[in-house]
């Protein structure tokens, strides 16, 4: 049975994006204004398009993201404001897959005539054993960026000729960046291969490919949904049975399962993000407490966070600690006072 909550909040989209549907001959218009000021107004679907479009066009425009990357774009539902920004762009940058951005398409029904990239096809993905289907984070494999920062190019380039020196030299500078992220990747694969994993959520198996880490178990059972307690004994099996170092979180996701797996089975955590947005806690390759805002930062630091494993006790559990030692504490005071009280209610025998 679908969730009350979930039907509710489909059908407050749907209104929304009827309601929007009255304001797209007002929308066009503002599209063409925009062109005929000489920057484009373009948007992605999720932080890491964003960025490959922002490297395009560097120096002339910025491109903003409806998914900054703490929120889970499986489940990601657009507000009005974030569906009116979509209806007065230029151009709408999307991966193109409807298991991964399921808001997308009902966004598109209130603005038809808005131009969409889709930068993902089947050919790009593969089939996943762990979820019985096809992968969809194929941005994880830096080769396959590289083909979508090329056809960003391409469809921007057709949409602003009069700038196209600027694109060309933006893309090929970037590419040589991305070629140097697959020589780090390369290397890194030296000291990652044969390594086992098990995976919150399976977004990362094109990466760990490069890397020569195998995934033996998915933490995650469908979609949104707490794995069954059946699913967590199979992961801890799973676990013992193929000697399997690290657990794989996600900032997007809750880690309270993680934890008592890891308690339970003595395997270290570490935490990959597949989007931007997050803060590099640990300065793994920004700043402490900087937000990781590109692709290849993102990469880089997932390489470091596979380096820096941690226990959840040490790492995770410092609240649990703590409410030990309050209660304790409190144990203690009330201890003191009771015995006061008996002892000054005692009866004297002088």
């Not at 395009?56 to 703490?70: A, E, H, N, R, T």
């Not at 951005?101 to 969409?116: F, G, K, R």
């Not at 630091?301 to 226990?311: D, H, Q, S, T």
Request: with cysteine; proline share 6%.
């Amino acid at each position: 049975m679908i969730p009350m909550a979930k039907i509710t909040g489909k059908i407050l989209v749907t209104f929304t994006l009827l309601i929007l549907c009255g304001t797209l001959f007002i929308v066009n218009n503002t599209s063409t204004t925009v062109k005929a000021n000489g920057t484009l107004n373009i948007v992605a679907s999720i932080s890491i398009v964003a960025d490959f479009a922002s490297q395009i066009g560097d120096g002339l425009f910025s491109v903003p993201s409806i998914v900054s990357g703490v929120e889970n774009p499986h489940i990601y539902e657009p507000t009005p404001s974030e569906i009116e920004l979509v209806a007065t762009s230029d151009l709408f940058i999307r991966l193109g897959l409807e298991d991964l951005e399921p808001w997308v398409d009902a966004v598109l029904l209130a603005n038809p005539t808005v131009p969409v990239l889709s930068l993902v096809n089947n050919s790009m993905m593969r089939f996943d054993p762990l979820i019985d289907a096809n992968n969809p984070h194929v941005w994880l494999d830096p080769n396959t960026a590289k083909i979508m920062v090329e056809n960003i190019y391409n469809e921007i380039s057709n949409i602003d000729p009069s700038n196209n020196a600027t694109y060309i030299g933006n893309r090929d500078n970037y590419l040589g960046e991305l070629d140097n992220l697959l020589a780090d990747i390369s290397t890194a694969a030296i000291e990652f291969s044969g390594l086992k994993v098990v995976v919150h959520h399976p977004a990362f198996l094109y990466l760990f490919d490069l890397l020569g880490i195998e995934r033996v178990a998915t933490i995650e059972e469908h979609e949104g949904e707490e794995p069954s307690a059946e699913h967590i004994a199979e992961v801890i099996q799973a676990i013992i049975a193929e000697n399997a170092s690290i657990i794989i979180n996600q900032p997007q996701l809750a880690e309270e399962e993680i934890i008592e797996i890891a308690r339970d089975t003595g395997i270290l955590i570490t935490e990959l993000t597949p989007l931007l947005g997050i803060i590099d806690e640990n300065g793994y390759v920004l700043p402490n407490g900087s937000l990781i805002e590109s692709y290849i930062d993102m990469i880089l630091f997932n390489l470091e966070a596979l380096r820096n494993p941690y226990e959840p006790s040490a790492a995770n559990l410092s609240w649990y600690w703590w409410t030990l030692v309050g209660f304790g504490s409190a144990s203690f005071v009330g201890t003191l006072f009771t015995v006061f009280i008996v002892r000054s209610k005692k009866p004297s025998y002088r």
